[in-house]
């Protein structure tokens, strides 16, 4: 089973960036598209940006402009870069995958991804 393994995250003050990692222990290419999720205390976990095999990106309205998804299949990595940061961004941080196909609009939904990290907390505080 794919493992996956989220790092980067840390202690930041609004305004700032961060760059957050997921590993994955096999092959990323057999998978259909690689999506990070978040989680704040007290609310449901929810989609931020996806990318499919091909590169097809997604955003979330409450990111858009400010995070950019990449995936590279050849490290089996996929990385999520988040600049102005704000307080509410504070959060877990996870990462996932799946392997069953799903229109670009569809694939911040979580069902599907069968694969998860522990993820990494993201605190955003001056």
């Known amino acids: 089973q794919l493992q996956l393994v989220e790092s980067g995250g840390d202690l930041v003050q609004p305004g700032g960036s961060l760059r957050l990692s997921c590993a994955a222990s096999g092959f990323l290419g057999d998978y259909f598209a690689i999506g990070w999720f978040r989680q704040a205390p007290g609310k449901e976990r929810e989609g931020l940006s996806c990318v499919t095999r091909s590169g097809g990106t997604n955003y979330a309205d409450s990111v858009k402009g400010r995070f950019a998804i990449s995936r590279d299949n050849a490290k089996n990595t996929v990385a999520l870069q988040m600049n102005s940061l704000k307080t509410e961004d504070t959060a877990v941080y996870y990462c996932?995958?799946?392997?069953?196909?799903?229109?670009?609009?569809?694939?911040?939904?979580?069902?599907?991804?069968?694969?998860w990290g522990q993820g990494t907390q993201v605190t955003v505080s001056s």
């Open positions: 996932a995958a799946r392997r069953v196909p799903v229109l670009l609009r569809g694939c911040l939904d979580q069902d599907e991804y069968e694969n």
